[in-house]
């Protein structure tokens, strides 16, 4: 099946799979304390062995354990999880370098900014002394179990060998490994599959969201960094340590290719510079090559998985000048072995590759289908530790220079007269907290960020303000008064945010429109990408954010200072600062409103981003489970019910009989669709999102179709993207907003209505320009249609978002939408 070349030892060792044992990744020598406990002697299994999981205590516990035993560990907690377990790293490398972090760290500190780098002689000493520091974060999503299992052998095992290559590694690098960003998700996974072990239900995954809030969407926050593992771990990295290469180890379907490493697919993000992605490319291409060596078949690159987007685990690095890896192995059933056939893999096809039984360029040794094993997956990814590891101790001065490199030119000024020399965000928006919330992100994931302290004059950029930005033009709460070309004055208390700084990519990847280019397949559909197009964060969140391309001031004549954090900037718009955990905004609903959010049997990420951004602006809410809906009296305890994104066919039926235990299926069904209507007809207010639009226009015969059902790809396509909204501001729901609003469309709704219906339009998407930012195809079937409608029925009302409101709790720009209308609820429920 596998052979076993004997190309490094490490190698020879993770292949003898049967015999994979807790000794595999090199013998510890005689010499080697016999006390550093091994996974097995503590957990009674080696990690990776069939029908076996590690919750997160067993996972803390065991590398607590190493701290202890090994000098080359040192495991350091890093704060609280959503659900308030405890999130560890642990620091692996040579006893000399745990002994001197501190000293490390700091070099690290200089290289990434080599502003605080005087002189040739400086820089030379810092390259020759530094460390490469690795990152390795294993199943951010959890139900993709197995590297979590793998992080404590790959820990045992660097603790322990002693051959010269691990040596090595070991004095050259430093290794940050987090064997789980979500340590809340490896206890519902570990947990849901104990309970199921031996059921019918072995191996599937749990029916619940595996972070609390954001389920998969907690590898789409790293920009926006809502969720407090994001925080902690962009602290750890992005103002401790600025790891040089970053490896997020992931699993992918079961049937397609058994593991997929970089160069990824096209397009690429234009901000990403290209050393960088050749230097992906080359340690992609390193792991293809050492996993091929090993015998290991099925070995996919350049395909399906792209850089466009921004916001993951693996794409943060470039914003910060490092690579990022991602891999991502063929599932099992949890911890459960599969059998895959070869008809499964021949209907296996991604973007790059056309089926996984086919040998192509990039995926040269098609694997030949059969049983596939937890153990698989986790030799995969150590393979790919080693060869990652080994790349960094190996060429250790020039990872080191290229990281310096990146930032020194990001520090230069730009050539040529009228580029963009820095972002602003004036004072006086009306959208103090939106601004505190942007600020406090950019300086969380180390972006430098200035605050006017004297008035400044410049110059903007006539592009920017008009492509990007309606908000500018159109709100009039900081009006740009004169010519564009003409010197504005900024008042003082407005934020600047120069480009010339470490993180420059960072900064434009985030203030600029996004450019999609249109990429079609040959049939002429729309080309998915592989996840969003667009994003820029002054857009979804509503905040005037104007490029300045001229300041009159010398250097010395500003005043400015720099931001230390987040709570700096809450202070300066004089906003509460609460100690502890909750957030510091004021429920920005007007009356009280009895507020229910639907939970369906189905876990719905739009779901939780619903609770996450009603618990961020502290709206009160319960959360309404089917059998609730069925039973019916909702107005006895509601005026409100929120229904987040979903299909009617997934909200009406939700998990199919049999698929799950019994507790965890049915939905709504035809009662509680009835019990809905019931509610609505009595008086009560009922919001939908997006998809959900569906059930309430179809199941009451509401006079509104969406027109975009059905229109093929090739039609119309925008997957993700921002757009602006006309409001009509009369309406009391859009009556506090400006008459413009960007608002984020992913593969969203627009509707019609009959004419003589009576359906009031809250908002329609733009009649030209709609598009902001991302991909827009077919930007005709949009204009001008209903974005936002309000239908009466009975004693009630029907608010119908044709989009997210509440995207990813990123779009803060159309939250206030969702806080008039619940306002609205509460007035008409008390008449
Ligand atoms: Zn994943």
């Excluded at 103002?239 to 096209?266: C, K, L």
């Excluded at 992605?277 to 399906?304: E, M, P, S, W």
């Excluded at 906003?575 to 639907?598: C, F, H, T």
């Amino acid at each position: 099946m596998i052979s076993h070349r004997s190309v490094v030892a490490w190698v020879t060792v993770v292949l003898c799979l049967a015999a994979f044992s807790e000794r595999s990744f090199a013998q510890p020598s005689a010499a080697e304390p016999a006390s550093i406990p091994s996974p097995k002697s503590v957990l009674g299994f080696t990690p990776g062995d069939d029908r076996t999981v590690a919750g997160w205590s067993q996972i803390t516990d065991y590398f607590a354990r190493l701290d202890r035993a090994s000098d080359r560990v040192s495991v350091q907690t890093l704060g609280e999880s959503t659900l308030k377990r405890p999130l560890i790293v642990a620091f692996i490398s040579a006893r000399e370098n745990i002994l001197a972090l501190p000293k490390y760290k700091e070099i690290q500190q200089q290289l990434a900014d080599p502003r605080l780098i005087t002189q040739d002689v400086q820089r030379d000493r810092l390259l020759a002394n530094g460390k490469v520091v690795v990152t390795i974060s294993c199943s951010i999503h959890s139900t993709e179990i197995v590297a979590s299992q793998m992080s404590m052998q790959l820990a045992y095992e660097l603790a322990t060998a002693q051959d010269s290559e691990t040596q090595t590694i070991l004095q050259n690098t430093i290794l940050l490994l987090i064997p789980s960003p979500n340590p809340d998700g490896i206890d519902i996974v570990a947990n849901w599959y104990r309970k199921t072990l031996g059921t019918p239900y072995e191996g599937k995954e749990p029916p619940e969201l595996y972070h609390h809030y954001a389920g998969h969407d907690d590898n789409r926050d790293w920009f926006m960094l809502n969720l407090k593992e994001t925080q902690l771990i962009t602290r750890l990295l992005w103002h401790e340590w600025f790891p040089q290469i970053v490896y997020d180890v992931h699993q992918q379907g079961a049937n397609g290719s058994r593991f997929f490493v970089p160069p990824f697919y096209d397009p690429a993000n234009p901000k990403i510079s290209p050393l960088l992605l050749r230097q992906v490319g080359l340690i992609g291409h390193k792991i293809a090559a050492d996993l091929q060596a090993a015998g290991f078949k099925g070995v996919l690159t350049n395909a399906l998985y792209d850089t466009w987007w921004h916001g993951g685990f693996r794409t943060a690095p470039y914003f910060h000048n490092s690579i990022g890896i991602l891999s991502e192995a063929a599932s099992a059933r949890l911890m459960t072995p599969n059998t895959v056939t070869a008809e499964q893999l021949a209907r296996a096809s991604s973007r790059g590759m056309r089926n996984a039984t086919e040998a192509m360029t990039n995926f040269p040794d098609p694997w030949p289908a059969g049983a596939w094993r937890p153990r698989d997956i986790m030799a995969m990814e150590m393979i790919a530790a080693r060869s990652i590891l080994s790349m960094a101790a190996q060429f250790r001065a020039d990872y080191l220079r290229n990281f310096y490199e990146l930032g020194r030119k990001n520090i230069e000024l730009p050539a040529n007269k009228g580029e963009t020399l820095a972002y602003l965000v004036p004072a006086g928006q009306a959208r103090d907290e939106a601004v505190a919330k942007m600020i406090g992100s950019l300086l969380d994931q180390g972006v430098e960020v200035f605050r006017l302290d004297r008035e400044l004059h410049v110059v903007l950029s006539p592009q920017v303000l008009q492509r990007a930005n309606p908000v500018t033009e159109k709100l009039g709460t900081y009006k740009i008064t004169g010519q564009m070309s003409a010197l504005q004055e900024v008042p003082l208390g407005s934020y600047i945010i120069f480009l010339n700084q470490p993180q420059r990519a960072n900064v434009e990847a985030l203030f600029e429109p996004q450019i999609y280019p249109n990429r079609l397949t040959a049939q002429g559909e729309a080309e998915r990408p592989y996840d969003v197009a667009g994003w820029t964060l002054p857009l979804q969140m509503g905040i005037e954010a104007p490029a300045v391309v001229f300041i009159r001031e010398t250097a010395s004549e500003r005043r400015l200072t720099k931001l230390k954090d987040g709570n700096q900037v809450r202070a300066d718009l004089a906003l509460a600062l609460k100690k502890g955990d909750e957030s510091p905004i004021r429920n920005p609903v007007k009356q009280p409103v009895r507020v229910g959010i639907y939970k369906g049997s189905m876990s719905n990420m739009d779901e939780g981003w619903t609770r996450f951004v009603f618990d961020t602006f502290n709206v009160p809410y319960s959360s309404v489970r089917d059998a609730d809906m069925r039973q019916g009296a909702l107005n006895s305890k509601f005026d409100a019910l929120v229904f987040p994104s979903q299909s009617s066919t997934q909200i009406i039926n939700g998990n199919a009989t049999g698929t799950l235990p019994a507790e965890y299926t049915g939905g709504l069904t035809e009662a509680g669709v009835k019990n809905l209507k019931e509610f609505v007809s009595n008086g009560g207010m009922l919001i939908c999102f997006d998809n959900s639009c569906d059930l309430a226009i179809k199941q009451f015969n509401l006079p509104l179709r969406n027109v975009l059902e059905g229109v093929r790809s090739s039609e119309f396509y925008c997957p993700g993207s921002i757009v602006t909204l006309d409001l009509d501001n009369k309406n009391q729901i859009a009556a506090t907003l400006p008459s413009a609003l960007p608002a984020y469309f992913i593969n969203s709704s627009a509707f019609a209505a009959a004419t003589d219906a009576n359906v009031r339009v809250i908002a329609r998407y733009a009649k030209e320009n709609v598009l902001l930012s991302g991909w827009l195809l077919g930007e005709d079937k949009l204009r001008g249609q209903i974005a936002i409608a309000e239908v009466s029925l009975g004693k009630g009302r029907i608010v119908l978002f044709g989009f997210r409101p509440q995207h990813r709790g990123q779009t803060w720009a159309t939250l206030p939408l969702i806080w008039n209308a619940l306002s609205s609820a509460a007035a008409t429920s008390s008449e």
